[in-house]
């Protein structure tokens, strides 16, 4: 690991750093008026509901820190836009930068919406903080000095599912049929898999490729059944796994069913009697800590339902670039990748240890969960339909010991 940049250096090193230290303690107090940031996810189409929860946990993160005095004496306005698709995430993003006047945007969900946001951020010198794009590629070959993740990459998930079904001993030997998601996401992680079973001894006997738009499994389970598997592996998302599900169970199957990609959204609207399998999660509302407590609380309180996976990332989000901007005293994005890549810069994400960007790639370093289907017959609830593990990598191990990517390095431009 490259050594992680001090903040005070950089403020202190050279003409640049010196007139960068002196303009930061003065940018707030020399603007007026709300400090403005936009928020992009698809509200629509097959991740719509996860950009739903997404909303929800941003809008309680800005509800919490205005009520708190905002961030350098001033509020946070919010921008809010459905993403749609790759393009129209370009297009708005070019909009809210150019026409409304953001500091930054966070959010997203799709990973080809990811690179395109990344690219107008760029352009602009403006920060894009991604909550849920999960694809290696954006950090490896399109990785952007300008791009910071939330949300864990693929292999993080694969490294931490492949050593569960490694310990129930369903990998050596074992014959893996997988379905994939026909898009970056599900080609990241049906590369990661790949590697990880070819290094340990799993046999691949199906690779198949499947449509965002596909609704109907059918043809996929007759051959599942013909082929027998050890294990089926979805690296799909969104709808398409509470849709597999529900037809997983009418079609009366019972292979070991698991997966490297999950949002638990998916359990729910499968609900108890369809939902099975273990599967690799960034978190959960069962995290037992008093903070993720907390959290949960507040969010069932003023929703009427617990957090998922995806407002704890949209939510962290907000409060992570909060802290960088009261940090530095200001939004710009130069200086708070200096400080997002510094010693100094940790934070809390309601988890057992404190998370931290690393500075080669800007993936945020924490700890994951592993969720398990409970038997229906042991649920008391529609939310509580799983258990969940402790956090993943153990307290004795590093905690980037599962951020080993088959992604190539990233290289940021100058």
């Known amino acids: 690991m490259k050594t992680r940049t001090n903040r005070r250096l950089f403020l202190q090193g050279g003409t640049a750093g010196l007139a960068l230290g002196l303009a930061a303690p003065t940018y707030l107090r020399a603007q007026s008026g709300p400090l403005k940031i936009g928020h992009l996810t698809p509200l629509t189409g097959f991740l719509g509901p996860l950009g739903e929860y997404g909303q929800m946990g941003v809008d309680l993160a800005l509800e919490e820190i205005n009520a708190n005095g905002g961030v350098g004496g001033r509020q946070i306005e919010l921008l809010k836009e459905d993403s749609v698709n790759a393009q129209t995430a370009s297009t708005k993003a070019e909009r809210m930068f150019e026409r409304d006047g953001v500091e930054m945007i966070l959010g997203e969900i799709s990973s080809a919406s990811c690179l395109t946001i990344s690219q107008v951020a760029a352009r602009y010198g403006k920060l894009f903080v991604n909550t849920g794009g999960n694809s290696d590629a954006l950090r490896g070959s399109d990785c952007n000095r300008y791009m910071f993740h939330v949300e864990t990459e693929n292999a993080m998930y694969v490294n931490a599912e492949g050593r569960y079904f490694q310990n129930e001993g369903l990998v050596d030997g074992k014959d893996w049929y997988t379905l994939n998601a026909d898009y970056a996401f599900g080609h990241d992680l049906l590369r990661a ?222």
């Open 193 to 414: 898999a790949k590697s990880f079973l070819e290094a340990n001894g799993g046999n691949i006997v199906a690779e198949e490729m499947v449509p965002t738009d596909a609704t109907d499994f059918s043809s996929y389970l007759l051959k599942i059944r013909q082929v027998e598997p050890d294990v089926v592996a979805l690296n799909l998302a969104g709808t398409q796994i509470t849709n597999f599900f529900k037809q997983y169970g009418e079609f009366g199957l019972d292979f070991t069913l698991g997966g490297f990609g999950f949002d638990t959204v998916a359990a729910w609207a499968a609900g108890a009697r369809n939902f099975r399998g273990t599967w690799p999660n960034v978190w959960n509302h069962l995290v037992d800590t008093e903070e993720s407590k907390s959290f949960t609380k507040t969010f069932t309180d003023k929703y009427g339902k617990p957090p998922e996976n995806q407002a704890w990332g949209d939510y962290n989000a907000l409060k992570i670039v909060a802290q960088g901007i009261d940090a530095i005293g200001g939004a710009n994005g130069d200086e708070l990748i200096a400080y997002f890549e510094s010693d100094e810069a940790k934070f809390d994400v309601q988890k057992t240890r404190q998370a931290y960007f690393r500075p080669e790639d800007h993936q945020l370093i924490q700890e994951i969960y592993a969720i398990t289907a409970l038997d229906p017959d042991a649920v008391e609830n529609e939310w509580d339909i799983f258990t969940t593990s402790g956090p993943i990598p153990g307290e004795d191990q590093p905690l980037d010991v599962l951020a080993q990517s088959t992604e190539g390095a990233c290289t940021f431009s100058s």
